[in-house]
């Protein structure tokens, strides 16, 4: 019998099983990941499967015309940006994972809108991490006081699921699935396994009992959720928190929604009564702007369907060394690079000889193709130290041949800008057709030259 348990190494950051360990994983090349893990192979343990298997109940299929098509029942959070980012609200029976780094804000909204659903349902909050007391600090400094808000301080999944069967919630958070385990598993909690099984019982549990669960997930040192992509194939909904703990904006992002659009963002701001709803982002990240300074632009992306505003900053300096340096806060390295290349190549602004940073304010993270024609004028704005009109914005994607391609809602974008006060508009010139201002100035360029004559 002991023969047939065996190990098995396991990556923490893909999943890749492998009989033998390795310093470096043979499936996402992580160093340092493969963790080892025991594996029952055993007749008795295929036999309790097959088992188990037997005594399930069928489920018959059905015609899909005969499957009701009514709209889904969601719980009102009460702050409307994570209801933008839900789709709507919290869906009945539905398992929704939330991700951040450590002290990012998961708990705390977790905590706020307790206040608020407290006074039509009925919530039991499961934390792994903290005891019954710190969960009391936090919620008197929230201000949560709600008579329908029950914790338990629990971190094995079975004692927890048995407990939502018989307590009968109308919403549960768990707080964090890294530290539940499964009894009949060997492994340590947080490991792959472990992860995988305890959201597998809870995804079951709230399919059967139609109630909703909110899970929040630690993240890795590459942002993604610990466990890793598992987590996001098994969960209806993933929302990620983003934003640097030094400051006070955060960004709540749903990168799958299966009740609702990704890409939808909501905007928060970290203070010490928690987080506070930014229903204006556009303003709040161009507050404090310098006035009449060169290397900084504006622009206009889009998130799901909201524009948002968003100050470029770009410094060019002087490179001491053979190669000059490259940085990029908020923006991808390769496409900087990129843009590099078609200043030089296509433009004549030559970068060769200076360090070039590029820093999106703010702490947002922009990888949409429209930005690039403000990432161009900020870099040759500190190129040619000639500051850009306080009154203007630039979208518009940069192509290899140094044109400037047109981009996908410019009407949206128009209008955010003409609603924070800006009067020239500077665009690709493709998208000049059936585009309307009230009190703008629409500048269509084909190439990066004519953007900057027009933008200065």
């Avoid at 964090?176 to 019982?201: A, D």
């Avoid at 992509?229 to 909904?237: A, F, M, P, S």
């Avoid at 006070?248 to 749903?254: E, F, K, M, P, T």
């Avoid at 709803?277 to 702007?289: A, D, F, H, T, Y």
């Amino acid at each position: 019998m002991a023969g047939k348990i065996k190990s098995v190494y396991i990556c923490s950051e893909c999943g890749h099983e492998s009989p033998k360990w390795y310093g470096k994983c043979p499936g996402c090349g992580e160093w340092n990941t493969m963790n080892e893990e025991i594996k029952d192979t055993s007749k008795n343990a295929l036999k309790s499967n097959l088992g188990a298997i037997s005594t399930l109940h069928h489920i018959k299929p059905v015609e899909i015309s005969k499957v009701t098509s009514e709209d889904e029942e969601r719980f009102d959070t009460g702050l409307k940006e994570l209801n933008r980012v839900l789709g709507g609200g919290i869906v009945k029976g539905s398992l929704v994972l939330l991700g951040g780094d450590p002290g990012i804000g998961k708990s705390t909204i977790l905590m706020q809108i307790c206040q608020h659903l407290g006074d039509v349902l009925k919530i039991l909050y499961v934390s792994g991490e903290e005891s019954k007391r710190q969960l009391k600090l936090r919620a008197d400094r929230l201000n949560v006081n709600s008579s329908n808000l029950f914790v338990m301080t629990e971190t094995n999944i079975e004692i927890v699921a048995s407990e939502i069967k018989d307590f009968k919630p109308d919403l549960v958070m768990i707080d964090s699935i890294q530290t539940m385990n499964l009894t009949e598993l060997s492994s340590s909690p947080g490991s792959i396994t472990q992860i995988r099984e305890c959201t597998n019982l809870l995804m079951r549990t709230a399919k059967d009992l139609d109630v909703p669960v909110i899970v929040v997930g630690h993240v890795n040192k590459e942002g993604s959720i610990a466990g890793p992509k598992v987590l996001e194939h098994i969960v209806d909904t993933v929302l990620y928190f983003e934003g640097d703990k030094q400051m006070s904006c955060r960004i709540l992002r749903a990168v799958k929604n299966r009740f609702g659009s990704t890409n939808e963002i909501g905007v928060f701001e970290m203070s010490d009564k928690g987080l506070t709803e930014v229903e204006n982002p556009s303003k709040m990240l161009l507050s404090g702007r310098p006035k009449n300074v060169s290397g900084t632009c504006v622009t206009c992306t889009l998130e799901g369907s909201r524009p948002i505003l968003a100050e470029i900053q770009g410094l060019a300096t002087q490179s001491m060394y053979g190669n000059p340096r490259r940085m990029s806060t908020g923006f991808e390295y390769n496409r900087m690079s990129l843009i590099l290349a078609v200043l030089e190549k296509r433009a004549g602004y030559y970068c060769s000889n200076f360090d070039v940073y590029i820093n999106i304010v703010g702490g947002l993270k922009i990888d949409e193709p429209a930005i690039d024609l403000s990432v161009a004028m900020a870099i040759i704005s500190s190129l040619k130290d000639t500051p850009i009109s306080d009154t203007a914005i630039a979208f518009g994607e940069i192509g290899l041949a140094g044109e400037i391609r047109s981009v996908s809602q410019a009407q949206l974008r128009v209008n955010e800008a003409e609603r924070l006060g800006f009067t020239k508009i500077v665009l690709p010139i493709h998208n000049l057709k059936g585009l309307t201002s009230n009190s703008a100035t629409l500048i269509g360029v084909r190439n990066i030259r004519e953007a900057f004559e027009a933008i200065i």
